[in-house]
């Protein structure tokens, strides 16, 4: 049973930094993946796609967050990292890692960020 477990999420002042971690754990395949992704969901909110990147190594973010938040992904070792700078109180959510398979779609169980002003 593959798994996906986030880490890294917690409070923060506006301003501040955090970085999530996310890793799979289990029987998944190294060439499986084909997407990394992030998203998040606050409260009363639909769940909203926050980075993703592609294994041919294209990126895209939501506008939201470009040019304060940055995804780094390790194909080879089914982990990624999301590293949020500059964090708003709209930031505030619990967030989500994510891969993607041709089969399937993995999530991981979630990681609350929490921006104070």
């Known amino acids: 049973q593959v798994q996906l477990v986030e880490s890294g999420g917690g409070l923060v002042q506006a301003g501040g930094s955090l970085r999530l971690s996310c890793t799979a754990s289990?029987?998944?395949?190294?060439?499986?993946?084909?997407?990394m992704a992030w998203y998040r969901q606050a409260p009363g909110k639909q769940r909203e796609l926050v980075a993703i990147?592609?294994?041919?190594?294209?990126?895209n973010y939501a506008d939201s967050v470009k040019g304060r938040f940055a995804i780094s992904t390790d194909f080879r070792r089914n982990t990624e990292y999301l590293q949020m700078n500059s964090l708003k109180p709209e930031d505030t959510a619990v967030y989500y890692c994510n891969f993607g398979s041709r089969a399937t779609v993995y999530w991981g169980q979630g990681t609350q960020v929490t921006v104070s002003s």
């Open positions: 289990g029987s998944i395949s190294i060439f499986s993946i084909l997407t």
């Open positions: 990147t592609i294994r041919d190594g294209s990126t």
